[in-house]
């Protein structure tokens, strides 16, 4: 792994999940937002299905409000929440449509996402969402470019993008590159820590500075640094 090229200016993560961000990539997000660079989420559901304990008008409210939370404590101002059904999220045209609208509103850079793979690279199954959400987001980069796909955005005064310039996937079992975290871990776990009603209905211990500090040494190692977040850099520039 090589450090990740940080010369652009603005940044926006599409993710399923309250909490996606959070378990790694918001570390990054805060390194990042500290050199002044802009960056916004995106989250397609509210999450209203991850608590078991509690009915998902409830968890909706509250997962909403403890992502925006989460998001402040790596300075991120703007999260939209697309509303969409948590757990049966489909990828389909009009999904990629949603993604490409938020694209050419933010008008980033780079976009974040999770991966689309199966697993995340360690047999363990990834979640259809986090799938179906990656794959619309990659396809939504290209849809963002071009003004003859979803011709109704550009009717409504919603200008093509194509200055997307990479995606960056996180979770992949092929990462390219690392971000160096080592001084800004403490707000990445101070943004997982935000989902405390979450966390609290997960009926287990679960320690999120242990688990970050765990899952970015071995990325750290590979940069020659403490801690770091790898991302897998897909490049969004050609056709
Ligand atoms: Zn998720």
Known sequence: MEHLDEGWDRALAIVAHPDDMEYGAAAAVARWTAQGKQVAYVIATSGEAGIDGMDPATAARVRRREQVTAAAAVGVEHVTFLGLPDGVVEYSVALRR????????????????????????DRQLNQADHRHVALATYDAVKDAGNRWIHPDLTHAGLEPHAGVRSVLVFGSGSP?????????????????????????????????????SSMTSEPGRAVGRPHAVAFEQLSAVGV
């Not at 949603?98 to 976009?111: C, F, G, K, N, S």
């Not at 160096?180 to 979450?198: F, I, Q």
């Open 176 to 212: 390219t590159h690392a971000v160096d975290v080592t001084d800004h871990l403490d707000a990445g776990v101070a943004s997982l820590r935000a989902h405390a009603t979450y966390l609290a209905g997960l009926g287990r211990e679960f320690d999120p500075e242990a688990f970050l």
């Open 98 to 121: 949603l993604l490409a609208e938020q694209i050419r509103r933010h008008r980033p850079d780079v976009v974040l996402t999770t991966t689309h793979h199966l697993t995340f690279g």
